[in-house]
């Protein structure tokens, strides 16, 4: 059985916790005289959780989905160890390190391999306090935290987006209203630009403007005068002559 190096986390997965003292296997002799070496292998256990973290941060960059997806996979570790406790699943990794509470009611450090049988199903497991102290800040201060603060960004900007949208929305309205209004507006003063230089004379009734364009002609007034009057022919006795 090896004791554990200061630079053990720098190894892959598998190598890193088999060089790892099992303080289960370790007579009481043995686990007084190698208190200290036990606390130092659960800091550097806590110290790859460390760096783990830090690799996946790496790698996800600004993806929300790939934070979503590994924080799921957080949530789910203590249905794959069956234990309650604050658990962190390794990125790309079969480990899983947790703090859990013993029948004693004591915390204890535990690495479970998810890949290895029974026997070997608990890689390590360490109950010293300042091992459990540091775990629980990486967990809550550095995992739990970094989740909260990507999965808040998110939501505010999604948030920010639904307001850009309908800003937007509103924005289309506000103009197409504006342009249909423009559009009327210019209709109207088309419409006050006509001049009254064409009238129309019927027997009993007298003299009638009809609104025609400035150079309209004798044929466009009276075609104009039927379609205002909603005539086919213009009244008996009546004839359309210039305003004077």
């Not at 900007?157 to 850009?164: E, N």
């Not at 064409?198 to 609104?211: A, C, D, N």
């Amino acid at each position: 059985m090896k004791f554990v190096q200061e630079n053990l986390y720098e190894f892959t997965d598998a190598k890193f916790f088999n060089s790892l003292l099992e303080e289960e296997e370790l007579s009481p002799a043995d686990k007084k005289k190698l208190k200290l070496e036990l606390e130092k292998q659960g800091m550097a256990v806590v110290k790859k959780c460390i760096n783990n973290f830090s690799a996946f941060k790496k790698n996800a960059g600004d993806i929300w989905q790939e934070y979503r997806d590994f924080w799921s996979t957080q949530k789910n570790a203590d249905e794959s160890v069956q234990q309650k406790g604050n658990f962190y699943n390794l990125w790309e990794s079969d480990y899983i390190v947790g703090v859990v509470k013993e029948p004693n009611g004591k915390g204890a450090l535990k690495v479970f391999n998810t890949s290895a049988s029974k026997d070997d199903y608990i890689a390590f497991s360490c109950k010293s306090e300042n091992v459990l102290k540091a775990f629980n800040e990486f967990f809550k201060e550095n995992l739990e935290t970094t989740m909260k603060n990507v999965i808040k960004a998110q939501k505010d900007a999604m948030v920010a987006k639904k307001a850009a949208d309908e800003q937007r929305v509103k924005d289309e309205t506000v103009a197409k209203k504006k342009e249909n209004l423009d559009a009327f507006l210019q209709e109207s003063k088309i419409n006050e630009e006509k001049i009254e230089k064409w009238m129309i004379y019927i027997p009993e009734e007298g003299h009638w403007p009809i609104k025609v364009d400035v150079d309209a002609t004798y044929k466009e007034a009276k075609k104009e005068y039927l379609k205002t009057a909603n005539r086919k022919k213009l009244p008996s006795g009546s004839r359309i002559e210039k305003a004077v």
